[in-house]
C-alpha cells in the first residue's frame, strides 16, 4: 500500500487554487485530523456521490469509522469500496473591505482510502475504545464498554489511508491597495470549537468528572 504522507502528492490530490496552501506532510494531517471531531465521508453509490458527516478515530494511517449495519454507507463501505474523508477546522471568518476578498481561516484535511470491515472480536473492542476515547479521552474507563447485542449491532470500518492532501490558510485578509480607503471594518474574527457546561442528566449522581471539566479539543495551532 503506497502511502503519500510527505511525498509529492498525486493528480488527484495535488491542491490547484493557492497551491502554496497546500501541504501533504503526515505531521500536518494527522494533526488536522486528530483536532477534528467530524469528517464528512464521501462515497459513490451506482454513480451517485454521498457525503455522510461521521465522528472517526485515527490509529496511524487507518480511520476507523462506526454506525449500523443498515446504514447505506456501511453496507457499502465494506470491501475495499474507494472512500474521501475530508475534516475542516474553521479558524476564523476572513473579513475584507471588498465582498469579493473575504474569505476564512482553515485547516482541512481530504483524504482517499479504502473500506475494510472490522470483523476481529478483539480488534472490534479495541476499534471501539479508540473512538470513544478519542472523542472524549478517558471516556471508555468510566462508561460501560459494548456487550455481544451492542457489538453486533455496530459495523466497524477501518480506512486505510493512501492519499490525503492538508490545506491552510491562515492571516488577514488580502484587500486589492485600491480598497484600503474604504472605511468598512476589516480583519479577523477567530472562530474555535469549545465546550459549554456540563448538563448532567436527572439520574446522575456522580460530580462532572475531571476528563468532563476540563475537556477541550486538541489544538495543534492555527
Ligand atoms: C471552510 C472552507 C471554505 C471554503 N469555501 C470555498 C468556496 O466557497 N469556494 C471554493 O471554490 N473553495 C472553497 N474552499 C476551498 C476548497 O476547499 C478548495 O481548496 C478549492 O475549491 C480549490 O480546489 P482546487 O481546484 O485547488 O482543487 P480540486 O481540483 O478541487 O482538488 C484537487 C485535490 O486538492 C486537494 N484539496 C483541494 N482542496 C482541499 C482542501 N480544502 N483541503 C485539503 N485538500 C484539498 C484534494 O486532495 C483534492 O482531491 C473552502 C475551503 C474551506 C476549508
Request: glycine share 10%; hydrophobic share 40%.
Amino acid at each position: 500500500m503506497t502511502l503519500y504522507y510527505n511525498k509529492a502528492p498525486s493528480a488527484r490530490t495535488r491542491v490547484r487554487r493557492h497551491h502554496e496552501r497546500g501541504s501533504y506532510e503526515r505531521e500536518t494531517i494527522e494533526a488536522i485530523l486528530d483536532e477534528g471531531l467530524v469528517g464528512h465521508l464521501a462515497f459513490a453509490v451506482d454513480g451517485q456521490p454521498y457525503a455522510i458527516p461521521m465522528l472517526y478515530a485515527r490509529n496511524g494511517h487507518e480511520l476507523y469509522l462506526h454506525g449500523s449495519p443498515a446504514s447505506r454507507l456501511l453496507r457499502g463501505a465494506i470491501d475495499g469500496v474507494p472512500l474521501c474523508l475530508t475534516v475542516t477546522l474553521t479558524d476564523g471568518l476572513v473579513l475584507a473591505r471588498s465582498a469579493f476578498r473575504h474569505s476564512v481561516n482553515y485547516r482541512s484535511v481530504v483524504a482517499l482510502g479504502a473500506g475494510r470491515a472490522i470483523t476481529d472480536r478483539e480488534e472490534k473492542l479495541e476499534a471501539m475504545r479508540m473512538l470513544v476515547d478519542q472523542i472524549v479521552p478517558g471516556r471508555s474507563q468510566d462508561a460501560r464498554g459494548p456487550n455481544d447485542v451492542e457489538l453486533k449491532a455496530t459495523t466497524m470500518v477501518a480506512m486505510t489511508i493512501t492519499e490525503a492532501s492538508a490545506k491552510v490558510r491562515s492571516g488577514p485578509p488580502i484587500d486589492g491597495e485600491e480598497d484600503l480607503g474604504i472605511p468598512a471594518w476589516a480583519g479577523v474574527l477567530p472562530l474555535a470549537l469549545a465546550p459549554g457546561v456540563a448538563i448532567p442528566d436527572e439520574f446522575c449522581a456522580a460530580g462532572i468528572p475531571d476528563y468532563i471539566a476540563a475537556y477541550e479539543r486538541p489544538r495543534s495551532g492555527a
